[in-house]
């Protein structure tokens, strides 16, 4: 039985890799960070944000790199000193995606949030 549901497991597994994540308590206000393989569709992206955990009553906060896009990222956000310094440490150049669902229930989600314009 356990076999099964390690075999079951593994073929489930996600391309999605959580790099980095930060969370602050009492606000509820999480960050994460995914690297995703090269030519991953906008549409399958906002499909797993949405299937993300969310803390009610907080804001979520996702930002999305491919493998050919992530090496600009150079910090982790885990150790940011607040969920504002997390984000603008995880928003580079390079972010193909990010979404948002804040408190109210509100969702946004957008192509290149980071670009330097």
């Not at 399958?44 to 999305?64: C, E, M, R, S, V």
Request: aromatic residues 14%.
């Amino acid at each position: 039985m356990v076999l099964l549901l390690s075999i079951l497991m593994l073929s489930c597994s996600s391309d999605y890799q959580r790099i980095s994540y930060f969370f602050m308590s009492g606000s509820n206000f999480s960050v994460s960070v995914y690297v995703v393989p090269d030519g991953t569709s906008i549409d399958d992206l906002k499909k797993h944000a949405q299937k993300q955990h969310h803390f009610g009553g907080g804001t979520t906060a996702i930002y999305y790199y491919t493998v050919s896009t992530s090496e600009s990222l150079k910090y982790d956000i885990s150790t940011a000193p607040d969920a504002f310094t997390a984000q603008e440490l995880a928003c580079t150049e390079g972010c193909i995606a990010g979404y948002w669902k804040f408190p109210t229930g509100k969702e946004n989600f957008i192509e290149t949030p980071c670009k330097d314009e």
